[in-house]
Protein backbone atom coordinates (compact mmCIF):
# COMPACT_ATOMS: atom_id res chain seq x y z
CA UNK A 1 0.00 0.00 0.00
CA UNK A 2 2.34 2.67 -1.43
CA UNK A 3 1.97 6.35 -1.48
CA UNK A 4 3.38 7.81 -4.72
CA UNK A 5 2.79 11.16 -4.51
CA UNK A 6 6.02 12.54 -3.43
CA UNK A 7 9.31 11.19 -2.28
CA UNK A 8 8.42 11.99 1.69
CA UNK A 9 4.82 10.03 0.58
CA UNK A 10 6.38 7.26 -1.06
CA UNK A 11 9.07 6.58 2.17
CA UNK A 12 6.35 7.03 4.93
CA UNK A 13 3.90 4.76 3.40
CA UNK A 14 6.47 2.08 3.36
CA UNK A 15 7.39 2.46 7.21
CA UNK A 16 3.95 2.20 7.10
CA UNK A 17 3.00 -0.79 5.07
CA UNK A 18 6.65 -2.71 6.02
CA UNK A 19 5.72 -2.63 9.85
CA UNK A 20 1.85 -3.70 9.01
CA UNK A 21 3.23 -6.51 6.99
CA UNK A 22 5.42 -7.53 10.02
CA UNK A 23 2.61 -7.58 12.34
CA UNK A 24 1.99 -3.66 13.70
CA UNK A 25 -1.44 -3.22 15.17
CA UNK A 26 -1.39 -0.04 16.76
CA UNK A 27 0.52 3.52 16.40
CA UNK A 28 -0.06 6.51 18.68
CA UNK A 29 0.70 9.73 17.69
CA UNK A 30 1.74 12.93 18.76
CA UNK A 31 1.01 16.35 16.99
CA UNK A 32 3.61 18.39 15.25
CA UNK A 33 4.69 19.81 11.66
CA UNK A 34 8.12 17.50 11.20
CA UNK A 35 6.17 14.64 11.73
CA UNK A 36 3.57 14.97 9.21
CA UNK A 37 4.54 12.39 6.22
CA UNK A 38 4.68 9.67 9.02
CA UNK A 39 1.01 10.96 10.60
CA UNK A 40 -0.35 11.16 7.35
CA UNK A 41 0.58 7.21 6.10
CA UNK A 42 -0.48 5.74 9.79
CA UNK A 43 -3.59 7.67 9.95
CA UNK A 44 -4.36 6.38 5.92
CA UNK A 45 -3.62 2.90 6.70
CA UNK A 46 -7.01 1.17 7.05
CA UNK A 47 -5.81 -1.81 8.77
CA UNK A 48 -3.34 -0.46 11.68
CA UNK A 49 -5.30 1.69 14.91
CA UNK A 50 -3.78 5.30 15.24
CA UNK A 51 -4.59 6.84 18.50
CA UNK A 52 -3.42 10.59 17.90
CA UNK A 53 -2.27 11.89 22.23
CA UNK A 54 -1.48 15.38 23.06
CA UNK A 55 1.05 14.76 25.43
CA UNK A 56 4.55 12.84 24.63
CA UNK A 57 5.03 11.61 28.05
CA UNK A 58 1.87 10.35 27.91
CA UNK A 59 1.35 9.01 24.51
CA UNK A 60 4.56 6.64 25.33
CA UNK A 61 3.42 5.30 28.57
CA UNK A 62 -0.29 5.01 26.66
CA UNK A 63 2.28 2.79 23.95
CA UNK A 64 3.98 0.91 26.75
CA UNK A 65 0.89 -0.39 28.69
CA UNK A 66 -0.70 -1.24 24.57
CA UNK A 67 2.75 -2.98 24.06
CA UNK A 68 2.18 -5.03 27.06
CA UNK A 69 -0.87 -6.16 26.99
CA UNK A 70 -0.59 -7.57 23.32
CA UNK A 71 2.90 -8.29 23.32
CA UNK A 72 4.13 -6.83 20.25
CA UNK A 73 5.63 -3.79 19.37
CA UNK A 74 4.11 -0.10 19.17
CA UNK A 75 5.22 2.68 17.68
CA UNK A 76 5.49 5.77 18.74
CA UNK A 77 5.74 8.93 16.78
CA UNK A 78 6.47 12.66 17.47
CA UNK A 79 7.85 15.79 15.72
CA UNK A 80 11.34 16.83 16.02
CA UNK A 81 12.59 19.11 18.86
CA UNK A 82 12.18 18.70 22.72
CA UNK A 83 8.89 15.95 21.49
CA UNK A 84 11.39 13.25 21.32
CA UNK A 85 12.60 14.18 24.63
CA UNK A 86 8.82 13.48 26.49
CA UNK A 87 8.98 9.70 25.38
CA UNK A 88 12.17 9.60 27.79
CA UNK A 89 10.93 7.98 30.91
CA UNK A 90 9.08 5.32 28.72
CA UNK A 91 11.76 4.04 26.74
CA UNK A 92 13.92 3.46 30.12
CA UNK A 93 10.71 1.45 31.57
CA UNK A 94 10.50 -0.48 28.51
CA UNK A 95 14.01 -1.60 28.55
CA UNK A 96 14.41 -2.07 32.23
CA UNK A 97 10.69 -4.23 31.67
CA UNK A 98 10.94 -5.61 28.57
CA UNK A 99 8.60 -4.28 26.70
CA UNK A 100 8.77 -3.71 22.74
CA UNK A 101 8.38 -0.06 21.43
CA UNK A 102 9.19 1.19 18.19
CA UNK A 103 9.92 5.05 18.34
CA UNK A 104 9.80 7.20 14.86
CA UNK A 105 11.12 10.58 16.00
CA UNK A 106 10.93 13.00 12.93
CA UNK A 107 13.65 14.96 12.42
CA UNK A 108 15.36 18.28 10.15
CA UNK A 109 17.50 17.01 8.00
CA UNK A 110 21.05 17.40 8.41
CA UNK A 111 21.71 20.69 6.32
CA UNK A 112 18.95 22.23 8.85
CA UNK A 113 20.87 21.49 11.99
CA UNK A 114 23.31 23.07 13.87
CA UNK A 115 22.30 26.29 12.45
CA UNK A 116 19.67 27.23 14.78
CA UNK A 117 16.88 26.12 12.19
CA UNK A 118 13.61 26.15 14.70
CA UNK A 119 12.77 23.53 16.76
CA UNK A 120 16.09 21.52 16.32
CA UNK A 121 18.09 19.29 19.14
CA UNK A 122 20.70 16.40 18.33
CA UNK A 123 18.48 13.89 18.23
CA UNK A 124 20.77 11.21 17.35
CA UNK A 125 21.41 8.42 19.85
CA UNK A 126 18.79 10.70 22.33
CA UNK A 127 17.84 8.05 24.76
CA UNK A 128 21.46 6.68 25.48
CA UNK A 129 22.37 3.36 25.86
CA UNK A 130 18.41 2.05 26.65
CA UNK A 131 17.60 1.60 22.83
CA UNK A 132 18.19 -2.12 22.38
CA UNK A 133 18.94 -0.38 18.72
CA UNK A 134 18.78 2.91 17.59
CA UNK A 135 20.04 4.94 14.12
CA UNK A 136 19.11 7.35 11.94
CA UNK A 137 17.29 6.69 8.61
CA UNK A 138 18.56 7.87 5.42
CA UNK A 139 16.54 11.25 3.71
CA UNK A 140 14.03 10.35 2.12
CA UNK A 141 15.27 8.85 -1.79
CA UNK A 142 13.10 7.40 -4.41
CA UNK A 143 15.76 4.71 -5.55
CA UNK A 144 15.16 1.47 -5.45
CA UNK A 145 18.27 -0.06 -3.86
CA UNK A 146 17.49 2.68 -0.87
CA UNK A 147 13.81 1.64 -0.50
CA UNK A 148 14.92 -1.43 0.10
CA UNK A 149 17.75 -0.79 2.56
CA UNK A 150 14.16 1.27 4.33
CA UNK A 151 12.88 -1.79 4.37
CA UNK A 152 15.23 -4.25 5.86
CA UNK A 153 16.39 -1.73 8.25
CA UNK A 154 12.62 -1.79 9.32
CA UNK A 155 13.01 -5.72 9.74
CA UNK A 156 15.91 -5.55 11.60
CA UNK A 157 14.48 -2.92 13.85
CA UNK A 158 11.24 -4.91 14.46
CA UNK A 159 13.27 -7.73 15.19
CA UNK A 160 15.52 -6.12 17.29
CA UNK A 161 12.45 -4.76 19.79
CA UNK A 162 11.51 -8.66 20.14
CA UNK A 163 14.89 -10.82 20.43
CA UNK A 164 16.77 -11.98 21.87
CA UNK A 165 14.88 -9.77 24.58
CA UNK A 166 12.52 -7.33 23.99
CA UNK A 167 12.93 -2.93 24.76
CA UNK A 168 12.65 -0.35 22.62
CA UNK A 169 14.05 0.33 19.35
CA UNK A 170 14.41 4.27 18.54
CA UNK A 171 14.72 5.66 14.49
CA UNK A 172 15.45 9.01 13.75
CA UNK A 173 13.69 10.03 10.79
CA UNK A 174 14.75 12.89 8.77
CA UNK A 175 12.29 14.71 5.93
CA UNK A 176 12.88 18.07 3.85
CA UNK A 177 10.30 20.12 2.71
CA UNK A 178 7.37 19.50 1.36
CA UNK A 179 5.96 17.86 4.00
CA UNK A 180 2.40 17.54 2.90
CA UNK A 181 1.64 15.29 -0.19
CA UNK A 182 1.76 17.35 -2.58
CA UNK A 183 2.27 15.81 -6.61
CA UNK A 184 5.46 15.02 -7.64
CA UNK A 185 6.46 13.92 -11.17
CA UNK A 186 9.59 11.60 -10.18
CA UNK A 187 7.37 9.78 -7.61
CA UNK A 188 4.38 9.45 -9.58
CA UNK A 189 6.53 7.87 -12.43
CA UNK A 190 7.86 5.30 -10.12
CA UNK A 191 4.80 3.90 -9.61
CA UNK A 192 4.38 1.92 -12.92
CA UNK A 193 8.34 0.58 -12.17
CA UNK A 194 7.28 -0.23 -8.47
CA UNK A 195 8.11 -3.85 -7.91
CA UNK A 196 5.17 -5.81 -7.32
CA UNK A 197 6.74 -8.34 -4.86
CA UNK A 198 8.48 -5.24 -2.66
CA UNK A 199 6.57 -6.22 0.64
CA UNK A 200 5.88 -10.20 -0.56
CA UNK A 201 8.81 -12.08 1.93
CA UNK A 202 8.34 -9.57 4.75
CA UNK A 203 6.86 -11.02 7.92
CA UNK A 204 7.07 -11.15 11.90
CA UNK A 205 7.47 -14.72 12.31
CA UNK A 206 10.14 -15.28 15.18
CA UNK A 207 13.07 -17.62 15.17
CA UNK A 208 12.56 -20.90 17.38
CA UNK A 209 13.95 -20.50 20.89
CA UNK A 210 17.09 -22.40 21.96
CA UNK A 211 17.06 -24.76 25.39
CA UNK A 212 20.48 -25.90 26.18
CA UNK A 213 20.66 -29.27 27.85
CA UNK A 214 19.34 -29.50 31.55
CA UNK A 215 19.79 -32.86 32.32
CA UNK A 216 23.47 -31.95 34.35
CA UNK A 217 20.85 -29.55 36.25
CA UNK A 218 17.85 -31.38 36.75
CA UNK A 219 20.10 -34.54 38.69
CA UNK A 220 21.71 -31.80 40.65
CA UNK A 221 18.43 -30.66 41.55
CA UNK A 222 16.71 -33.80 42.20
CA UNK A 223 19.44 -34.83 45.15
CA UNK A 224 18.82 -31.82 46.89
CA UNK A 225 16.51 -32.24 49.84
CA UNK A 226 16.55 -28.60 50.67
CA UNK A 227 15.72 -26.85 47.73
CA UNK A 228 13.77 -23.56 46.87
CA UNK A 229 12.07 -21.98 44.02
CA UNK A 230 11.63 -18.74 43.70
CA UNK A 231 9.25 -16.83 41.29
CA UNK A 232 9.77 -12.90 41.29
CA UNK A 233 7.59 -10.00 39.04
CA UNK A 234 6.46 -11.49 36.09
CA UNK A 235 4.45 -10.52 32.79
CA UNK A 236 3.96 -13.54 30.95
CA UNK A 237 2.09 -13.46 27.43
CA UNK A 238 0.36 -16.35 28.72
CA UNK A 239 -0.22 -15.91 32.63
CA UNK A 240 -1.57 -19.25 32.78
CA UNK A 241 0.74 -21.86 30.67
CA UNK A 242 3.52 -19.41 32.50
CA UNK A 243 2.18 -20.66 36.10
CA UNK A 244 1.55 -24.35 34.97
CA UNK A 245 5.27 -24.30 33.93
CA UNK A 246 6.15 -23.44 37.09
CA UNK A 247 4.05 -25.68 39.11
CA UNK A 248 5.59 -28.56 36.77
CA UNK A 249 9.00 -28.09 38.08
CA UNK A 250 7.89 -27.44 41.44
CA UNK A 251 6.26 -30.61 41.79
CA UNK A 252 8.93 -32.59 39.83
CA UNK A 253 11.03 -31.68 42.81
CA UNK A 254 8.69 -31.10 45.58
CA UNK A 255 10.50 -27.65 46.15
CA UNK A 256 8.31 -25.17 48.43
CA UNK A 257 7.48 -21.97 45.77
CA UNK A 258 7.89 -18.14 47.09
CA UNK A 259 5.51 -16.08 44.63
CA UNK A 260 5.64 -12.58 44.82
CA UNK A 261 2.49 -10.84 44.67
CA UNK A 262 3.08 -9.39 40.98
CA UNK A 263 3.41 -12.94 39.60
CA UNK A 264 0.66 -14.34 38.38
CA UNK A 265 1.36 -17.66 39.73
CA UNK A 266 -0.46 -16.30 43.00
CA UNK A 267 -3.74 -15.56 40.84
CA UNK A 268 -3.33 -19.68 39.66
CA UNK A 269 -3.28 -21.33 43.83
CA UNK A 270 -4.66 -24.18 42.11
CA UNK A 271 -2.34 -25.49 39.84
CA UNK A 272 0.53 -25.04 43.02
CA UNK A 273 0.14 -26.94 46.48
CA UNK A 274 3.57 -25.87 47.15
CA UNK A 275 2.38 -21.74 46.55
CA UNK A 276 3.99 -20.10 49.93
CA UNK A 277 3.04 -16.33 50.34
CA UNK A 278 3.97 -14.83 53.17
CA UNK A 279 7.60 -15.61 53.28
CA UNK A 280 8.55 -12.12 53.74
CA UNK A 281 6.28 -11.78 56.83
CA UNK A 282 7.46 -16.18 57.94
CA UNK A 283 11.39 -14.68 57.18
CA UNK A 284 11.36 -11.75 59.96
CA UNK A 285 11.15 -14.33 62.49
CA UNK A 286 14.70 -15.14 62.70
CA UNK A 287 14.35 -18.69 64.11
CA UNK A 288 12.06 -19.91 61.32
CA UNK A 289 14.88 -17.75 58.84
CA UNK A 290 17.50 -20.27 60.50
CA UNK A 291 16.15 -23.42 59.83
CA UNK A 292 14.15 -22.56 56.87
CA UNK A 293 17.66 -21.67 54.73
CA UNK A 294 17.81 -24.04 51.79
CA UNK A 295 21.15 -24.81 50.13
CA UNK A 296 19.71 -24.54 46.17
CA UNK A 297 17.69 -22.18 45.30
CA UNK A 298 16.03 -21.77 41.57
CA UNK A 299 15.11 -18.12 40.89
CA UNK A 300 12.55 -17.99 37.71
CA UNK A 301 13.03 -14.28 36.39
CA UNK A 302 13.58 -10.97 38.65
CA UNK A 303 13.52 -11.60 42.41
CA UNK A 304 11.03 -10.16 44.13
CA UNK A 305 10.09 -6.71 45.57
CA UNK A 306 10.96 -7.58 49.26
CA UNK A 307 13.99 -6.53 50.97
CA UNK A 308 13.40 -9.12 53.95
CA UNK A 309 13.90 -11.70 51.07
CA UNK A 310 16.85 -11.15 49.75
CA UNK A 311 18.80 -9.82 52.83
CA UNK A 312 17.87 -13.45 53.72
CA UNK A 313 19.23 -14.77 50.93
CA UNK A 314 22.27 -12.42 50.70
CA UNK A 315 23.46 -13.58 54.07
CA UNK A 316 23.26 -17.53 53.19
CA UNK A 317 24.28 -17.19 49.53
CA UNK A 318 22.92 -20.36 48.67
CA UNK A 319 23.86 -22.45 45.33
CA UNK A 320 21.49 -20.32 42.82
CA UNK A 321 20.42 -21.01 39.41
CA UNK A 322 18.70 -18.07 37.31
CA UNK A 323 15.99 -19.27 34.80
CA UNK A 324 14.85 -16.49 32.59
CA UNK A 325 15.36 -15.77 28.37
CA UNK A 326 17.26 -12.24 29.15
CA UNK A 327 20.97 -11.41 28.33
CA UNK A 328 20.72 -8.95 31.22
CA UNK A 329 22.69 -9.54 34.39
CA UNK A 330 19.02 -10.62 36.56
CA UNK A 331 21.95 -11.47 39.65
CA UNK A 332 21.39 -8.35 41.79
CA UNK A 333 22.89 -10.33 45.14
CA UNK A 334 25.93 -10.99 43.16
CA UNK A 335 26.19 -15.10 44.14
CA UNK A 336 27.64 -17.17 42.45
CA UNK A 337 24.72 -18.27 39.99
CA UNK A 338 24.44 -20.07 37.25
CA UNK A 339 22.35 -18.18 34.46
CA UNK A 340 20.27 -20.63 32.44
CA UNK A 341 19.40 -18.51 29.39
CA UNK A 342 16.13 -20.09 28.42
CA UNK A 343 12.16 -19.98 29.69
CA UNK A 344 10.37 -21.56 32.59
CA UNK A 345 8.54 -23.27 29.89
CA UNK A 346 10.88 -24.46 27.87
CA UNK A 347 12.17 -26.70 31.19
CA UNK A 348 8.94 -27.49 31.96
CA UNK A 349 8.22 -29.16 28.56
CA UNK A 350 11.58 -31.27 29.00
CA UNK A 351 10.41 -32.82 32.45
CA UNK A 352 7.78 -34.47 30.14
CA UNK A 353 9.65 -37.71 29.98
CA UNK A 354 11.09 -37.51 32.71
CA UNK A 355 10.41 -39.30 36.41
CA UNK A 356 10.41 -37.17 39.47
CA UNK A 357 13.20 -38.99 42.17
CA UNK A 358 12.93 -36.84 45.08
CA UNK A 359 10.09 -38.28 47.47
CA UNK A 360 11.19 -36.06 50.19
CA UNK A 361 8.63 -33.75 51.22
CA UNK A 362 10.10 -32.12 55.19
CA UNK A 363 11.40 -29.07 54.01
CA UNK A 364 8.22 -28.42 51.70
CA UNK A 365 6.02 -29.22 54.59
CA UNK A 366 7.80 -26.34 56.74
CA UNK A 367 7.42 -23.89 54.63
CA UNK A 368 3.46 -25.18 54.18
CA UNK A 369 3.05 -24.92 57.93
CA UNK A 370 4.38 -21.61 58.08
CA UNK A 371 1.80 -20.42 55.27
CA UNK A 372 -1.00 -21.97 56.78
CA UNK A 373 -0.46 -20.21 60.27
CA UNK A 374 0.87 -17.20 59.08
CA UNK A 375 -1.96 -16.81 56.25
CA UNK A 376 -4.50 -17.26 59.14
CA UNK A 377 -3.02 -14.35 61.46
CA UNK A 378 -3.48 -12.45 58.55
CA UNK A 379 -6.98 -13.50 57.72
CA UNK A 380 -8.20 -12.76 61.30
CA UNK A 381 -6.33 -9.21 61.44
CA UNK A 382 -7.79 -8.16 58.23
CA UNK A 383 -11.54 -9.25 59.03
CA UNK A 384 -11.89 -7.35 61.68
CA UNK A 385 -10.90 -4.15 60.03
CA UNK A 386 -14.15 -1.85 59.41
CA UNK A 387 -11.67 1.33 58.38
CA UNK A 388 -10.38 1.58 55.44
CA UNK A 389 -7.28 1.07 55.04
CA UNK A 390 -4.53 0.59 53.06
CA UNK A 391 -3.10 -3.44 53.75
CA UNK A 392 -6.79 -4.34 53.97
CA UNK A 393 -7.53 -3.10 50.68
CA UNK A 394 -4.54 -5.63 48.73
CA UNK A 395 -5.77 -8.48 50.84
CA UNK A 396 -9.37 -7.84 50.15
CA UNK A 397 -9.11 -7.51 45.99
CA UNK A 398 -8.19 -10.68 45.24
CA UNK A 399 -11.35 -12.17 47.05
CA UNK A 400 -13.51 -9.86 45.18
CA UNK A 401 -12.58 -8.74 41.32
CA UNK A 402 -14.16 -10.34 38.54
CA UNK A 403 -12.28 -13.14 36.99
CA UNK A 404 -9.26 -12.80 34.62
CA UNK A 405 -9.27 -8.48 35.75
CA UNK A 406 -6.60 -6.97 34.20
CA UNK A 407 -5.20 -5.29 37.42
CA UNK A 408 -2.36 -2.44 37.21
CA UNK A 409 -0.48 -1.70 40.22
CA UNK A 410 1.38 1.42 40.62
CA UNK A 411 4.69 1.19 42.22
CA UNK A 412 5.57 2.72 45.87
CA UNK A 413 3.15 1.31 48.61
CA UNK A 414 0.72 -0.53 46.87
CA UNK A 415 3.12 -3.05 45.50
CA UNK A 416 4.49 -3.74 48.83
CA UNK A 417 1.15 -4.10 50.54
CA UNK A 418 0.49 -6.67 47.19
CA UNK A 419 3.48 -8.47 48.24
CA UNK A 420 2.72 -8.55 51.57
CA UNK A 421 -1.16 -9.26 51.77
CA UNK A 422 -2.25 -10.82 48.19
CA UNK A 423 -3.97 -13.61 48.96
CA UNK A 424 -3.28 -16.91 46.99
CA UNK A 425 -6.57 -17.60 44.61
CA UNK A 426 -7.77 -19.15 41.59
CA UNK A 427 -9.56 -16.02 39.96
CA UNK A 428 -6.78 -15.83 37.07
CA UNK A 429 -6.75 -11.84 37.99
CA UNK A 430 -3.72 -10.49 35.29
CA UNK A 431 -1.43 -8.31 37.40
CA UNK A 432 0.25 -5.49 35.17
CA UNK A 433 3.26 -2.90 36.68
CA UNK A 434 6.18 -0.68 35.52
CA UNK A 435 8.59 -2.62 37.74
CA UNK A 436 11.36 -2.04 35.24
CA UNK A 437 12.57 1.30 36.48
CA UNK A 438 9.86 1.39 39.68
CA UNK A 439 9.07 5.00 38.79
CA UNK A 440 5.57 6.60 39.50
CA UNK A 441 5.63 8.35 36.22
CA UNK A 442 3.33 7.40 33.60
CA UNK A 443 1.05 5.73 35.63
CA UNK A 444 -2.48 6.27 34.37
CA UNK A 445 -1.16 6.06 30.88
CA UNK A 446 0.25 2.49 31.18
CA UNK A 447 -2.73 1.55 32.85
CA UNK A 448 -5.02 3.01 30.10
CA UNK A 449 -2.84 1.33 27.80
CA UNK A 450 -3.44 -2.26 28.88
CA UNK A 451 -7.22 -1.79 29.55
CA UNK A 452 -7.47 -0.17 25.80
CA UNK A 453 -9.71 -2.72 23.62
CA UNK A 454 -9.26 -4.95 26.79
CA UNK A 455 -11.06 -6.84 29.74
CA UNK A 456 -12.63 -4.28 31.94
CA UNK A 457 -9.81 -3.36 34.04
CA UNK A 458 -8.35 -1.86 37.42
CA UNK A 459 -5.95 0.87 38.27
CA UNK A 460 -4.87 0.27 42.31
CA UNK A 461 -2.91 3.72 42.61
CA UNK A 462 -1.78 6.45 45.21
CA UNK A 463 -2.69 9.70 45.01
CA UNK A 464 0.71 11.30 44.38
CA UNK A 465 1.08 8.48 41.64
CA UNK A 466 -2.04 9.45 39.80
CA UNK A 467 -1.21 12.96 40.14
CA UNK A 468 2.28 12.61 38.45
CA UNK A 469 0.13 11.77 35.26
CA UNK A 470 -3.21 13.37 34.80
CA UNK A 471 -2.72 14.20 31.48
CA UNK A 472 -3.29 10.66 30.85
CA UNK A 473 -7.26 11.45 31.51
CA UNK A 474 -6.82 13.44 28.11
CA UNK A 475 -6.44 10.11 26.28
CA UNK A 476 -10.92 9.52 27.41
CA UNK A 477 -11.94 10.13 24.27
CA UNK A 478 -9.95 7.58 22.41
CA UNK A 479 -10.02 5.32 25.36
CA UNK A 480 -12.20 2.04 24.33
CA UNK A 481 -13.10 -0.27 27.11
CA UNK A 482 -13.26 0.78 30.88
CA UNK A 483 -10.97 1.65 33.68
CA UNK A 484 -11.96 1.41 37.43
CA UNK A 485 -9.15 3.76 39.42
CA UNK A 486 -8.83 2.91 43.09
CA UNK A 487 -7.20 5.74 44.58
CA UNK A 488 -5.48 5.58 48.00
CA UNK A 489 -5.85 9.03 48.67
CA UNK A 490 -3.29 9.42 52.04
CA UNK A 491 -2.38 12.78 51.06
CA UNK A 492 1.16 12.27 50.27
CA UNK A 493 3.61 9.50 49.81
CA UNK A 494 2.87 6.84 51.89
CA UNK A 495 6.03 4.92 51.35
CA UNK A 496 8.43 7.52 53.12
CA UNK A 497 6.66 7.16 56.58
CA UNK A 498 8.39 3.51 56.59
CA UNK A 499 11.75 5.46 56.02
CA UNK A 500 13.87 6.87 58.75
CA UNK A 501 14.02 10.67 57.25
CA UNK A 502 9.88 10.38 58.60
CA UNK A 503 11.78 10.92 62.41
CA UNK A 504 13.22 14.19 61.00
CA UNK A 505 10.11 16.78 60.56
CA UNK A 506 10.67 19.32 58.61
CA UNK A 507 11.64 18.91 56.18
CA UNK A 508 9.90 15.79 56.10
CA UNK A 509 6.51 16.42 55.45
CA UNK A 510 7.32 19.36 52.53
CA UNK A 511 9.98 17.60 51.08
CA UNK A 512 9.54 13.86 51.18
CA UNK A 513 5.60 12.77 51.81
CA UNK A 514 4.85 16.37 49.33
CA UNK A 515 1.07 16.48 50.55
CA UNK A 516 -1.25 18.08 47.63
CA UNK A 517 -4.08 18.72 49.34
CA UNK A 518 -6.11 18.16 45.67
CA UNK A 519 -10.40 17.68 45.74
CA UNK A 520 -10.35 14.59 43.33
CA UNK A 521 -14.13 15.37 42.76
CA UNK A 522 -13.29 18.35 41.01
CA UNK A 523 -10.46 17.19 39.37
CA UNK A 524 -12.30 14.54 37.72
CA UNK A 525 -15.38 16.59 36.76
CA UNK A 526 -12.60 18.55 34.88
CA UNK A 527 -11.83 15.62 32.91
CA UNK A 528 -15.28 14.36 32.68
CA UNK A 529 -14.54 11.30 34.79
CA UNK A 530 -17.08 9.31 36.54
CA UNK A 531 -16.07 9.93 40.30
CA UNK A 532 -17.34 8.59 43.75
CA UNK A 533 -15.91 8.30 47.26
CA UNK A 534 -16.04 5.03 49.15
CA UNK A 535 -17.54 5.29 52.55
CA UNK A 536 -17.50 1.27 53.35
CA UNK A 537 -16.00 -1.86 52.20
CA UNK A 538 -19.35 -3.87 51.36
CA UNK A 539 -19.44 -0.55 49.02
CA UNK A 540 -16.47 -1.38 47.40
CA UNK A 541 -17.38 -5.02 47.08
CA UNK A 542 -20.44 -3.75 44.99
CA UNK A 543 -18.93 -1.90 42.75
CA UNK A 544 -16.43 -3.77 41.81
CA UNK A 545 -18.41 -6.94 41.59
CA UNK A 546 -19.24 -6.70 38.40
CA UNK A 547 -17.41 -3.73 36.81
CA UNK A 548 -18.68 -1.72 34.04
CA UNK A 549 -18.37 -1.85 30.39
CA UNK A 550 -16.85 1.38 28.83
CA UNK A 551 -15.36 4.56 30.67
CA UNK A 552 -13.02 5.60 33.01
CA UNK A 553 -14.42 5.87 36.80
CA UNK A 554 -12.55 6.76 39.76
CA UNK A 555 -13.33 5.18 42.94
CA UNK A 556 -11.80 7.46 45.94
CA UNK A 557 -10.66 5.36 48.64
CA UNK A 558 -9.32 7.87 51.72
CA UNK A 559 -7.08 6.77 54.26
CA UNK A 560 -4.91 7.55 57.13
CA UNK A 561 -0.97 7.61 55.99
CA UNK A 562 0.32 7.90 59.18
CA UNK A 563 -1.83 5.31 61.12
CA UNK A 564 -1.59 2.63 58.18
CA UNK A 565 1.96 3.26 58.46
CA UNK A 566 2.83 3.32 61.86
CA UNK A 567 0.27 -0.12 62.18
CA UNK A 568 2.74 -1.57 59.51
CA UNK A 569 5.85 -1.50 61.71
CA UNK A 570 3.81 -2.11 64.39
CA UNK A 571 2.68 -5.20 62.83
CA UNK A 572 4.05 -6.87 60.47
CA UNK A 573 6.53 -8.57 62.41
CA UNK A 574 4.23 -10.00 64.61
CA UNK A 575 2.49 -12.19 62.34
CA UNK A 576 4.90 -14.75 62.47
CA UNK A 577 6.45 -14.34 65.82
CA UNK A 578 5.11 -17.22 67.78
CA UNK A 579 6.18 -19.45 64.68
CA UNK A 580 8.11 -22.88 65.45
CA UNK A 581 9.10 -24.29 62.59
Excluded at 131 to 149: C, G, H, M, N, V
Excluded at 187 to 198: E, M, N
Aim: net charge neutral; charged share 15%; aromatic share 10%.
Amino acid sequence: MSDFRNTNTVWASIIVETLFQLGLTTAILSPGSRSTPLTFAFSQHPKIETIPVLDERSAAFFALGIAKNLGLPTVLVCTSGTAGANFYPAVIEARESRVPLLILTADRPPELRNCHAGQTVDQVKLYGNYPTFQTELATPSLELEILSYLRQTLIYGWERSRVPIPGPVHLNCPFRDPLIPVPEAAALGLKTTFPSDFFAHVSGEQPPNFTPNLNPYLEKWQSCKQGLIIAGVAQPQSPQLYSQAVAKLCQFLNWPLLAEGLSPVRNFAENNPNLISTYDLILRNQNCAEKLAPKIVIQIGDLPTSKQLRSWLGSLSPETFIIDKTYQNLNSLHSLAVHLRCSIEDIAASLSDIQPKNTNKKYLELWQNAELIVRENIDKKMITFEQLTEPKLSWLLPQILPEKTPLFIANSMPVRDVEFFWKPNSLQIQPFFNRGANGIDGTLSTALGIAHRQQSSVLLTGDLALLHDTNGFLLRNKFIGHLTILLINNNGGGIFELLPIAEFNPPFEDYFATPQDIDFAQLCTTYGVNYQKIQSWEQLKQLLNPLPKAGIRVLEIPTNRKLDAQWRLNTLNKFAAELDV
